[in-house]
C-alpha cells in the first residue's frame, strides 16, 4: 500500500510507534503483540517480585496486573485468584483451593485426623514431595524462601482454616509443625520405624495428637 492510499492522519512512522508501544514502557517490535503464553509469564514474573518484595498479603492482583501491564481481568482468566497466581509464582505442588475445603469441611472432632490424612496424602505422593521438600531446603539457609514458604503457610492454607473454626494460629502453628516435623523424619532422614510405618499407622498415632492442638 502505498502512503497516499493511506488512511489519512496516521503516518507508517506513527504506526510503528504504535505497534512498539511507544510511551506505554513496553516495546514489541513492529507488527508484534504479545500471545497468552508471554502474557501469562509476564503476570508470573511480576507476581515472584512482588511477593518476595511485599509477601503474601502485600501483594494485590490489582499490584501484579500494574506491574505486568496487563488488565486485572486477564490476572483472573490466567489464574482465577491471588491463591492461584501464588500457587503458579512459586511452583507451589500444594493448591489451597482443593486442600482447605477438605480441611473447612471436617467435623470439628474430627480435624486433627482430616490434617493428618491430607498431610499424608500430599507427602506420600513422588511428585508433590519433591518440591516441597526442595522449598523446606530452601527456606533454612535463605532468608526470601523463608518468607514466601511461611507467608503460603500462615495466610493462604493453615490460617484460613483456624479462621473457620475459631481456633487460634498458635495452635495451628503447633499442629502443623508436629506433621512437618514427622514428615521429615519419615521421608528426608528416614527414621525408623516411622519411615516404614503405614499410612493408617501414622494416622491412628498422630490424629489424637494434632486433635488435642486444635481442640
Known amino acids: 500500500m502505498t502512503d497516499a492510499a493511506r488512511p489519512p492522519g496516521r503516518s507508517a ?4 510507534g504504535t505497534e ?3 510511551g506505554h514502557g513496553t516495546v514489541r517490535g513492529p507488527g508484534r503483540r504479545p500471545g497468552p503464553t508471554e502474557t501469562r509469564e509476564a503476570i508470573l514474573a511480576a507476581a515472584r517480585d ?6 503474601y498479603d502485600g501483594a494485590s492482583l490489582r499490584a501484579i496486573a500494574r506491574s505486568a501491564e496487563v488488565d486485572p481481568a486477564l490476572v483472573h482468566h490466567f489464574f482465577g485468584n ?3 497466581v501464588f500457587v503458579e ?3 507451589f505442588p500444594l493448591d489451597p483451593s482443593r486442600l482447605v475445603p477438605r ?3 471436617a467435623p470439628r472432632d474430627r480435624l486433627g485426623e482430616t490434617m493428618v490424612r491430607t498431610f499424608l496424602e500430599v507427602w506420600s505422593d513422588d511428585e508433590r514431595r519433591a518440591p516441597i521438600l526442595a522449598m523446606l531446603r530452601s527456606a ?3 532468608e526470601q524462601a523463608a518468607v514466601l514458604l511461611r507467608e503460603f503457610l500462615t495466610s493462604a492454607l493453615f490460617g484460613r482454616a483456624g ?3 475459631g481456633i487460634p494460629m498458635l495452635r495451628i502453628n503447633a499442629a502443623a509443625g508436629q506433621m512437618i516435623g514427622v514428615m521429615i523424619l519419615r521421608y528426608v532422614l528416614q527414621v525408623e520405624p516411622i519411615a516404614s510405618a503405614s499410612s493408617e499407622e501414622l494416622v491412628e498415632l498422630l490424629s489424637p495428637v494434632i486433635q488435642q492442638y486444635l481442640a
Open 13 to 16: 512512522s506513527a504506526r510503528r
Open 20 to 22: 512498539r508501544g511507544t
Open 50 to 55: 512482588l511477593f518476595a518484595e511485599k509477601g
Open 82 to 84: 491471588k491463591e492461584g
Open 89 to 91: 509464582a512459586m511452583r
Open 103 to 105: 480441611v473447612l469441611g
Open 140 to 142: 533454612m539457609t535463605n
Open 163 to 165: 479462621e473457620a473454626h
